[in-house]
């Protein structure tokens, strides 16, 4: 269960915006992404040969379009690149990701760790700031020492970039853009340290939510 310490008190912000606010990739733009990060991953033109046939999509399509063009998109990628590979891919494609110029690096974290010197006390108090705010998923929670973020919404997939077209992704690989999103904010709570994202269930596993879990290993 939840449990907060009575110091994790919330930072005031000016605004909270919830996640679907934020202006985010269409299915153009979310290919162009891709194809850069498979160059930085795996060099110069593999970009063009892996995604030659899935660059024509103009995100204008209907939702079943995009969704199909999704699915097969995964499909091919999984066929053609390594697992570990096509994770750091999938994540380095997230359609929103923080810097260490934003106000989690800068403002926020900082000040909570501040206030919370105790690294138990200050991974609670993040959890608690970042509840309900959006940007990490509709509810964050602090369970055993890892920070937890539910991103469902309704009973099916919400990914921006597929605009309802389908009920739940082919595969985890699909998600991976979410951990994307999430490391690149909780990487700032101990910049000093490994910052980890795991897929706990999502709607492509068979679950009711999608939920990611963040925790944190000591560099070596």
């Not at 509840?131 to 920070?147: A, F, Q, S």
């Not at 919404?153 to 605009?163: A, D, M, Q, R």
Request: glycine share 8%; proline share 3%; aromatic share 10%.
């Amino acid at each position: 269960m939840l449990t907060l310490n009575n110091k994790c008190g919330r930072i005031k912000t000016k605004n909270k915006l919830p996640l679907w606010s934020v202006k985010m990739d269409n299915a153009k733009k979310h290919i162009e992404k891709m194809h850069k990060c498979i160059e930085k991953k795996m060099g110069n033109g593999k970009g063009a040969e892996l995604l030659a046939k899935f660059k024509n999509i103009t995100g204008n399509e209907s939702p079943k379009d995009i969704a199909k063009w999704a699915t097969s998109l995964t499909k091919h990628l999984e066929e053609k690149i390594d697992e570990k590979d096509l994770i750091e891919i999938r994540e380095e494609c997230a359609c929103i990701k923080a810097n260490k110029y934003s106000a989690y690096a800068k403002k926020y974290f900082p000040e909570l760790r501040k206030n919370n010197p105790d690294d138990q006390d200050y991974i609670k108090a993040v959890a608690n700031f970042m509840n309900g705010r959006g940007r990490c998923g509709k509810k964050v929670e602090y369970i055993d020492g890892k920070i937890i973020s539910h991103f469902g919404f309704g009973n099916k997939c919400v990914c921006y970039i597929i605009k309802g077209g389908w009920e739940k992704p082919p595969s985890t690989t699909w998600c991976r853009c979410c951990c994307g999103t999430i490391k690149s904010i909780y990487q700032y709570v101990f910049p000093d340290k490994i910052c980890h994202v795991d897929i706990i269930e999502t709607f492509s596993t068979g679950g009711n939510d999608c939920i990611f879990e963040t925790w944190y290993a000591n560099k070596e």
